[in-house]
């Protein structure tokens, strides 16, 4: 089946310690997005790639960036993890020039910073 | 400032009632809504959509109301089902070129038997 795979679903990292979160799709979707989403909060959009063209939000920190080095791969990275960084990511895409069809959505990877 | 609220953490109804969950917006460029479910410890899966040009879309059990005057939307369940039990969030986009959703914080829904 077509999906959207996060990995890992669990990560474990020290504070200030940097880590990479992952996200590959099979959808051939062009747009890929980073959401953070905190406990009973609201997916909060980090970022997002239309093909190659990165896309930043205007409030989200500069501790966060994120990759694309082809379609189907996506890339967050924290250059230094803060325990206020602790969440749930979740990557999403969407193709289709139709906007109804929504995003897809995979598992997320919940991060914790100890 | 939350462009788009759901004001009611939790919903709990019994199983073949209706299940009614709201939201509410303040941008009136918002032009698409979605309704996303949600289990624990997955991603939210799409559920159905409306164009801010129509006032309902029905898929089965599920429909969604779009009442533009008042800036709120629902989405109804009928009958709801031990199955639906999940986190539901209204979302929000505006402009063809903006691609961003906005989401709500979400609602619990509980169908018990």
């Known amino acids: 089946d077509a999906m959207v795979i996060q990995n890992p679903r669990y990560q474990v990292t020290q504070f200030g310690k940097p880590v990479t979160l992952s996200c590959s799709q099979t959808?051939?979707?062009?747009?890929m997005y980073w959401y953070q989403q905190k406990s009973s909060r609201a997916p909060k959009l980090l970022f997002h790639?239309?093909?190659?063209?990165?896309?930043n939000e205007a409030d989200t920190p500069d501790n966060f960036q994120s990759r694309r080095p082809n379609t189907s791969f996506c890339f967050l990275d924290i250059r230094s993890p803060g325990l206020g960084d602790a969440a749930m990511y979740l990557c999403?895409?969407?193709?289709?020039?139709?906007?109804?069809?929504?995003?897809?959505f995979g598992s997320g990877t919940r991060l914790t910073v100890v | 400032d939350q462009q788009v609220k759901q004001n009611s953490p939790s919903l709990s109804v019994q199983e073949g009632r209706i299940s009614i969950l709201n939201c509410d917006y303040t941008n009136s460029m918002f032009d698409y809504f979605l309704w996303y479910k949600k289990y624990p410890a997955e991603g939210p899966t799409f559920l159905i959509s409306i164009s801010s040009i129509k006032d309902k879309n029905e898929d089965g059990r599920f429909t969604v109301f779009l009442n533009k005057s008042a800036k709120h939307l629902s989405l109804h369940i009928v009958p709801s089902q031990p199955g639906d039990s999940a986190v539901y969030f209204c979302a929000a986009s505006e402009g063809y070129n903006t691609d961003k959703l906005i989401f709500g914080t979400g609602t619990r829904l509980q169908v018990f038997p």
């Open positions: 999403a895409t969407r193709g289709g020039s139709h906007r109804g069809s929504g995003y897809t």
């Open positions: 790639y239309y093909d190659k063209d990165f896309n």
């Open positions: 959808l051939n979707h062009n747009v």
